[in-house]
C-alpha cells in the first residue's frame, strides 16, 4: 500500500491465529483492564507483546476490534479507514464515512452494545504521527463502552500522567512479561513437549532472562538435536548467536531510522558509549542526544 493511501489492508485487522503457552499471571494482570479506560502493554521486540494480544482477544467475551499499525499509517485518514473496518467487522452495521475523530465517535455512539475492545498492536510505528495524535483524541471522545488496548515498543505520547491519575491506565511492561523459571519449565515441557533437564532449565533462563523470542530461539536452535549438542548451544547461547544476531538484525536495527541504525553500527565496536567517546570516534557532534534518545 502507498503511503498515505486510505485503502485497507484486511490483513491489518484481523486477530492473527496464536498458539502460545497459558500463562495464568499475566493473563490475570491483562484481565484487570475492564476497570480501567486504556491497556498500555510496552516492552522490546521479541517479548511476547503480539501474542500476548491476540490470545487475549481471541478468548475475550466481547466483540474485539483489532488494528496492527503500521509505519505508513501515519496520516489520520489512513487509520479512521482501518479502526473503522476493525469496529465494522466487530460490531456489526454502523455509520460509515469516518473522516474525523468526532464522526468516529458519533459512529461508536450509535452502537447498543455494553462493553467492545479496541485492540491495536504495534503502536510505535506510528510514534509522533498525526495518527498517534488522533488516536489519543479518539480515546478522549469514544463513549465508555469501548476499552482500548494499546502494545508498542515505546511509551505513545499520549498525556499518560492524566490518565494515570484518573486510576483510567493499566501498565504492563516488559519485566511482567519476562518468564519466570517455572513458566519456562512448563513451556519447554507442556508446549514444546521437550522438556529439560533442571540445570539446563536454571542455565537457560539465566541467559535469556526470561526473554520469549531467545526462548523460542533456542527451541528452533535446538530441535532434534542430541543432549551434548543442546548443551553446547546453551552454553553458546547470546547475543553472539546466529538466530539472534538475525532476530535482533530483522525487528530492531531494521525498524530504526537509517540516522541511529547508522550511528549504532559504527560505534558497536566501542566498549563503552559516552557522547565525548563517540564524538570523537565519528569526528562528529551531538553523540549525547543520539544516546539519550
Request: proline letters at 6%; one cysteine or more.
Amino acid at each position: 500500500m502507498r503511503e498515505g493511501s486510505t485503502a485497507v489492508v484486511s490483513a491489518k485487522v484481523l486477530i492473527p491465529q496464536v498458539q502460545s503457552l497459558a500463562r495464568e499471571r499475566v493473563d490475570a494482570l491483562l484481565g484487570r483492564i475492564w476497570q480501567h479506560r486504556v491497556g498500555l502493554v510496552v516492552a522490546p521486540a521479541g517479548s511476547g507483546k503480539s501474542t500476548l494480544l491476540a490470545g487475549f482477544a481471541s478468548s475475550a467475551n466481547v466483540p474485539v476490534a483489532w488494528y496492527r499499525a503500521e509505519s505508513w499509517d501515519a496520516k489520520t485518514s489512513t487509520l479512521l479507514s482501518h479502526l473503522q473496518s476493525a469496529f465494522t467487522a466487530a460490531l456489526g452495521p454502523i455509520p460509515n464515512g469516518w473522516d474525523s475523530v468526532e464522526t468516529a465517535a458519533r459512529a461508536l455512539e450509535t452502537w447498543p452494545g455494553r462493553r467492545a475492545l479496541l485492540v491495536i498492536d504495534d503502536l510505535h510505528t506510528l510514534e509522533d504521527s498525526p495518527a498517534e495524535l488522533t488516536l489519543e483524541r479518539l480515546i478522549d471522545y469514544a463513549p465508555p463502552t469501548i476499552t482500548f488496548l494499546i502494545g508498542s515498543r515505546a511509551l505513545p505520547g499520549f498525556n499518560l500522567s492524566r490518565l494515570r491519575v484518573s486510576g483510567s491506565l493499566l501498565e504492563i511492561g516488559s519485566e511482567d512479561l519476562r518468564f519466570r523459571s517455572w513458566e519456562v519449565e512448563r513451556l519447554f515441557r507442556d508446549f514444546y513437549r521437550a522438556p529439560l533437564p533442571p540445570e539446563e532449565l536454571a542455565e537457560l533462563a539465566r541467559r535469556t532472562e526470561g526473554w520469549a523470542a531467545g526462548l523460542q530461539l533456542f527451541h528452533l536452535a535446538t530441535r532434534g538435536k542430541s543432549p551434548p549438542e543442546r548443551r553446547r548451544i546453551l552454553t553458546a547461547l547470546g547475543s553472539r548467536s546466529r538466530l539472534t544476531r538475525e532476530y535482533l538484525t530483522r525487528n530492531v536495527l531494521d525498524q530504526l531510522p537509517a540516522d541511529l541504525r547508522w550511528f549504532l553500527v559504527r560505534t558497536c565496536v566501542l566498549t563503552r558509549l559516552t557522547g565525548p567517546i563517540c564524538d570523537a570516534f565519528l569526528a562528529r557532534s551531538a553523540s549525547q542526544q543520539v544516546l539519550e534518545e
